[in-house]
């Protein structure tokens, strides 16, 4: 059963790649001017995926990582049916999020703001 879970985790990574090398293209690309590297390479990769809207857009962008929600949902639908120490371990992050709720919620603000700190100075390095 293990062995299925990792095969199902290995294909999801599989599928789900060529969508996110696209978001990655596209984020790269407006780094720099597109005649330097990596910015150049990124755009190359947005016009393949652009010059073939058929296999580009509905396949690699959408149909692929369909699949991957899908086959993930039914998977954690089943593990959480089938395994009790699954449910009970999250019954514990759950009430250790209560306990601590502050905290966290003081975690995440910093790390949004500091992504976009991040972004903020990207953007003015690249202008």
Partial sequence: MKQVRYFVATAE???????????????VRNWQPPNYE????????VELYSSSLHIGLWVLLIALPLTVLLT???T???QWSQESQLRQDAR????LLRTHLATFLVAGATR???GCLSIVALHVLTD
């Fill in 92 to 95: 514990r992050v759950l009430a």
């Fill in 38 to 45: 990596p910015a150049h390479t990124a755009q190359r990769i």
């Fill in 13 to 27: 990574l599989l599928l789900v790649f060529p969508a996110i090398l696209f978001m990655t293209a596209l984020f």
């Fill in 76 to 78: 954690l639908f089943q």
């Fill in 72 to 74: 993930g949902c039914a």
């Fill in 112 to 114: 949004v703001a500091g």
